[in-house]
């Protein structure tokens, strides 16, 4: 079973600063990587998919980067909207998910 | 837009089945992966299984031999049984779409389940 790993597990920045979330995985997953975000009470969004592609609606300043191991979800000029709980997930292969732990990215 | 809904009983007892369903708009479900994941109270998240129109299914391995997803294309639903449930089970479990059986791109809100007598 492929294990991902998140770090760090709490990250504070200020609002308008970049914000930089690590994934990496036990075992090579290629581009099979995606990235969540999740805000209390709610469900998590999807945000990344193939380790590097936003999904509908995203705005630009999410990017993710990163292939095999070691992945990177950089959020340029954070937004207050922005401090939530991010997930990293593994997308390529069955036991499904393989999710990260999270990392919360909280308000400095 | 895709919109999942996911109802059934928010109190489950130990030992007994928790029985889950979601219901399916803006798209038909004879397409796509259908998904089950939950989120203990604090926790992370945790993918439980999946089934596929055409009623294959797969399941995390360490929920395997207690969990059955089905569907039902005329109504637009699939579900979720978990047997033999503890407080461990006690979670938020959401409905999601699995896309090219990889990421999940749409979401049910989630509904918290309690095991508890």
């Known amino acids: 079973e492929i294990v991902m790993t998140q770090s760090p597990a709490t990250l504070s920045v200020s609002p308008g600063e970049r914000a930089t979330l690590s994934c990496r995985a036990s075992?090579?997953?290629?581009?099979?990587l995606a990235w969540y975000q999740q805000k209390p009470g709610q469900a998590p969004r999807l945000l990344i998919s193939?380790?590097?592609t936003r999904a509908t609606g995203i705005p630009a300043r999410f990017s993710g980067s990163g292939s095999g191991t070691e992945f990177t979800l950089t959020i340029s000029s954070l937004q207050s909207e922005d401090f939530a709980v991010y997930y990293c997930q593994h997308s390529g292969s069955w036991p499904p998910g393989s999710f990260g732990q999270g990392t919360k990215l909280e308000i400095k | 837009q895709v919109q999942l809904q996911e109802s059934g009983p928010g109190l489950v007892k130990p030992s007994e089945t928790l029985s889950l369903t979601c219901t399916v708009s803006g798209a038909s479900i004879s397409s796509y992966y259908w998904s089950w994941i939950r989120q203990p109270p604090g926790k992370g998240l945790e993918s439980i299984g999946y089934i596929y129109y055409s009623g294959n299914t797969n399941y995390n391995p360490s929920l395997k031999s207690r969990v059955t997803i089905s569907i039902d294309t005329s109504k637009n639903q699939f579900f979720l049984k978990l047997s033999s449930v503890t407080a461990a089970d006690t979670a938020v479990y959401f409905c999601a779409r699995l896309y090219n059986s990889g990421w999940y791109d749409f979401w049910g809100q989630g509904t918290l389940v309690t095991v508890s007598s």
């Open positions: 193939g380790a590097s």
């Open positions: 075992q090579s997953v290629s581009s099979n």
